[in-house]
């Protein structure tokens, strides 16, 4: 099993300029969530999808952020125009949810976001 | 809104101490209360967790204790050793049991406690 996939793992940009990360989850998995970590607010949840479906996109900061999950194998978050703010490493993850409670989230690797 | 305040922030703890790492959540409509480990440069990880009904959780050197009445719920480390070393997060259930369907896999997660054991 690979695991959640990410890509790319390391992006520098400059503000201003469209960034698109993507995000590839566990073969299997019905549910998927971006989170954005920082040392100033920590792991925060962005947006959560259940069956492609986005069910919570509360925690998306802005219009400038919007995520995609076309299909089950496939996500994407994209910041357009990206701002020196929104440099973090935004992980993606996945899980499994069935009808009780209580999931084990299985984390990618992250991709670090510098925007100059 | 949901929030978990963990603490202490940071933790240094000598080889074979105990590490305690405390958190406190507001309110909830079920008890799942899991820890999650993540190391430099790598994406957190299950650790361990702790499900209804029970007050205690134990998986090797690591113990959850769980006290409903005070919301609060900790992790304890055992004989705590160098490769421990690592950031852990708390995280309570975000989303309550009327939500839509049954997608109750959201997580409020604590602001993370570092952990550093020396040799």
């Known amino acids: 099993d690979a695991g959640v996939i990410q890509s790319p793992r390391h992006e520098v940009t400059e503000m201003g300029q469209e960034v698109t990360l993507r995000c590839k989850p566990i073969?299997?998995?019905?549910?998927l969530f971006w989170y954005r970590q920082t040392m100033m607010r920590g792991l925060e949840l962005l947006i959560y999808?259940?069956?492609?479906?986005?069910?919570?996109d509360s925690g998306m900061p802005e219009d400038r952020f919007s995520a995609k999950m076309p299909n089950a194998s496939f996500s994407t978050l994209k910041i357009q125009p990206s701002e020196p703010r929104d440099s973090a490493v935004y992980f993606c993850a996945s899980s499994l949810e069935g009808q009780g409670v209580g999931y084990e989230q299985y984390f990618g690797p992250g991709t670090r976001l510098t925007v100059t | 809104q949901q929030q978990v305040k963990q603490s202490p922030q940071s933790l240094i703890v000598q080889k074979g101490g105990i590490s305690i790492i405390n958190c406190a959540y507001e309110?909830?409509?079920?008890?799942?209360f899991p820890w999650y480990q993540q190391f430099p440069g790598k994406g957190p990880a299950l650790l361990i967790a702790?499900?209804?009904?029970?007050s205690e959780k134990k998986e090797g050197r690591f113990t959850i204790s769980f006290n409903k009445s005070a919301k609060q719920f900790s992790l304890h480390i055992m004989d705590s050793q160098p490769g421990d070393s690592a950031t852990y997060f708390c995280?309570?259930?975000?989303?309550?049991?009327?939500?839509?369907?049954?997608?109750?896999?959201?997580?409020?997660f604590g602001r993370g406690t570092q952990l550093t054991v020396w040799p």
């Open positions: 999808f259940n069956n492609n479906v986005p069910i919570d």
């Open positions: 702790i499900r209804p009904d029970v």
């Open positions: 073969s299997g998995h019905n549910s």
């Open positions: 995280a309570a259930p975000r989303g309550f049991a009327f939500d839509r369907g049954s997608t109750l896999g959201r997580l409020y």
């Open positions: 309110n909830t409509a079920f008890d799942y």
